[in-house]
């Protein structure tokens, strides 16, 4: 037991610019296969703690290990509350909504509306379709203006 406590300490112990450097690249690596920007914070204070090593070789092990460790927590709350919210947001891409990328689409009314209710072509698929005024006949071109379900809100469309 005792031996694998000084194991440990003689590594600390020789902890060197270039080998903060390294763990700081090493983590870096791992922040990009992982992505989740946690690991990025330790990366940043491994490295900066490894430059300051190298222009102030002084510093104790225990100096720069308690400075690691400082500069990790302070990094982690800082990017966790400021930096990450910035970094997902953005317009949401309808990519991988397809309700979201059918508003606005011209579509055509494969039935005639009946009380506001018919069936559109999108595509190669029908949908249940709703308008608020009139009943469009079979052929008349409708623009879709939101997705309900499984339900198309449309209106008549109105080229410009």
């Given at each position: 037991m005792n031996s694998d406590g000084n194991l440990l300490i003689s590594l600390l112990e020789t902890m060197n610019g270039t080998k903060w450097v390294i763990l700081g690249v090493l983590l870096l690596i791992?922040?990009?296969?992982?992505?989740?920007?946690?690991?990025?914070w330790p990366a940043i204070a491994a490295l900066f703690v490894g430059i300051l090593a190298f222009v102030l070789p002084f510093f104790s092990w225990e100096m720069q290990f308690v400075l690691f460790f400082v500069i990790s927590s302070v990094l982690l709350v800082v990017g966790h509350k400021f930096v990450r919210p910035k970094m997902k947001g953005g317009e949401p891409s309808d990519l991988n909504d397809r309700a979201r990328s059918m508003i606005g689409m011209r579509v055509r009314a494969v039935t005639d509306f009946e009380l506001g209710a018919g069936r559109v072509q999108v595509g190669d698929t029908q949908w249940r379709a709703q308008i608020d005024d009139g009943n469009p006949k079979a052929g008349a071109e409708l623009r879709v203006l939101s997705v309900k379900g499984t339900t198309l809100n449309v209106e008549n469309y109105i080229e410009l």
């Open positions: 791992l922040e990009v296969v992982t992505g989740t920007t946690y690991i990025l």
